[in-house]
């Protein structure tokens, strides 16, 4: 009796031992040391990295979701792996190997479902956000990018090599219903807007962008922007841009173009051009302060160096940066005082004042690339 | 031209003009611009993502001359840009050589 006392005893131990810090998550984020398979937990209040979790295999082009509690990060790796991590007890809740060639994912309206976007096979495929267990696969025989969650637990993503854009219901999770609407030569990348209602999928093989309304998709999707190049020749692109994380702000849309360094300004009502600002080089992510009074815009290989702000009420660049070697990414803290950019090369983060531009803090990191914040998980698009 | 370079090559093995073999340093350099910008479109290993898969089986089949136009001149129509702004062609033709042996990792 008394052994079974003590043995019970020790169980309860143990199971305290695995009892997480009592705090909120909202400050939490992670950043990706895409060199060595391993994640970074960080506090954005404090500023300061709480752990490491290693093991995530091949995180040459990770991206993260999160569930909407904010304690789990789901991290999709390029070798096909989706790795669901516990940030509170820094450590991997659970992994699949799911794709040979994988882009990233993202996670449904109600929060139950996370999606992956395949380059090899093909396709999405949809996992039970708890276990992680296979709920439905959508072969598309192309590469999918621009994944996108939509409201209804739908999801629309864009198919690089067929050129279209497809709408994904996953309201009935086992049993998935895909339309198919034609958009236009190599999409390369999709975002939605804030309200969850346009997809955009910019068109890597001719000047122009995809635009689907998702009220009314039956009216399929048209193009904007087209013939944004005026048939000049291209230069080039070393690195391609990334539409995800909204560049809505305010009226206007801020997108990359292709082989030009602008970016181009749309206005939200009638979704034509009002404006392109020249910037230092291609553009890889323009991303809206969730305030939308700047953008902040990184650019490709070699000029990854830099980076600009533009006042967007200005409609100018007013700030141009050099926060490091390589920098790969930016993330707004919740409500964007602060932005966090990642420096590849310096194997650095380094932590802006969105309103002095000053440098707030660098902390070290192997290699980082993504950055990403938990204040995603209660935005639609992320 | 490439002729020509070989052709010196053959004739003043000696000289630097043919040294097809970047210096110690602009290698660590190569081999991390390889691993990490190429790595973006073709993965860090060279698995493929956007851009085909490096790894030395894919590339074996092709011809060896034809992988180094590719390198530096890219491939009009497709994703894959001309390198030629920032390698010169011997550095072209040394990176694909080191994807064929199997790609060096980074020093650090």
Redesign the interface.
């Known amino acids: 009796m008394r052994l079974l006392l003590a043995l019970l005893a020790a169980v309860l131990f143990a199971g305290c031992a695995q009892q997480p810090p009592v705090r909120g998550t909202g400050d939490l984020g992670i950043v990706i040391e895409r060199a060595d398979g391993r994640i970074l937990i960080v506090d954005t209040t404090a500023r300061a990295v709480l752990g490491r979790v290693a093991g995530l295999g091949d995180l040459s082009h990770a991206s993260a979701v999160f569930s909407r509690g904010g304690r789990y990060a789901y991290v999709f790796g390029r070798d096909g792996a989706l790795t669901k991590v516990d940030l509170l007890l820094q450590r991997i809740e659970r992994r699949v190997m799911q794709a040979g060639n994988s882009i990233g994912g993202a996670i449904s309206q109600d929060g139950r479902i996370v999606v992956a976007q395949n380059y090899e096979p093909g396709g999405i495929k949809a996992f039970d956000a708890a276990t992680l267990e296979l709920l439905a696969e959508v072969p598309t025989q192309s590469k999918v990018v621009g994944l996108a969650d939509l409201a209804g637990n739908r999801f629309a993503y864009a198919l690089f090599d067929k050129g279209e854009i497809w709408l994904t219901d996953l309201s009935d999770p086992r049993a998935p219903r895909t339309e198919r609407y034609p958009a236009g030569v190599q999409p390369y990348d999709g975002l939605v807007t804030p309200d969850g209602r346009y997809y955009l999928a910019g068109l890597f093989g001719e000047d122009g962008v995809a635009l689907l309304d998702t009220w009314r998709p039956q009216d399929g999707a048209r193009k904007i922007l087209a013939n944004y190049g005026k048939g000049q020749e291209k230069l080039p692109v070393f690195k391609m841009p990334h539409l995800r994380g909204w560049a809505v702000a305010g009226n206007h849309v801020y997108l990359p173009a292709i082989g030009r360094h602008e970016v181009l300004v749309v206005d939200k009502a009638d979704w034509r051009e009002s404006a392109r600002i020249p910037v230092k080089g291609q553009p890889v992510f323009v991303m809206a302060r969730p305030d939308g009074r700047q953008v902040w815009v990184n650019f490709a290989f070699p000029d990854n160096g830099w980076v600009q702000v533009i006042d967007t009420e200005k409609g100018e660049v007013v700030r141009t940066l050099q926060p490091g070697k390589a920098i790969l990414h930016m993330e707004f803290t919740p409500r964007g005082e602060h932005v966090w950019l990642s420096a590849r090369d310096d194997h650095a983060v380094s932590i802006y004042d969105t309103r002095t531009f000053a440098r707030l803090a660098t902390l070290p990191a192997q290699s980082p690339s993504g950055i990403f914040f938990t204040s995603r998980a209660a935005r639609m698009g992320f | 031209m490439r002729r020509i370079l070989l052709l010196s090559c053959l004739l003043f093995s000696w000289s630097v003009v043919c040294a097809s073999e970047p210096s110690g340093e602009r290698k660590q350099e190569l081999v991390?611009l390889v691993?990490?910008?190429c790595?973006?479109?073709h993965?860090?290993?060279f698995?493929?993502?956007?851009g085909l898969p490096l790894t030395p089986q894919t590339l074996k089949e092709r011809p060896f001359e034809g992988l180094v136009a590719t390198v530096y001149y890219?491939r009009p129509?497709t994703?894959m840009?001309?390198?030629r702004?920032?390698l010169s062609e011997q550095e072209a033709e040394w990176i694909v050589r080191q994807l064929l042996n199997g790609f060096p990792e980074?020093r650090r």
């Open positions: 991390r691993r990490q910008d790595g973006s479109c993965g860090m290993r698995t493929g993502g956007l890219g129509g994703a840009p001309p390198w702004s920032i980074e």
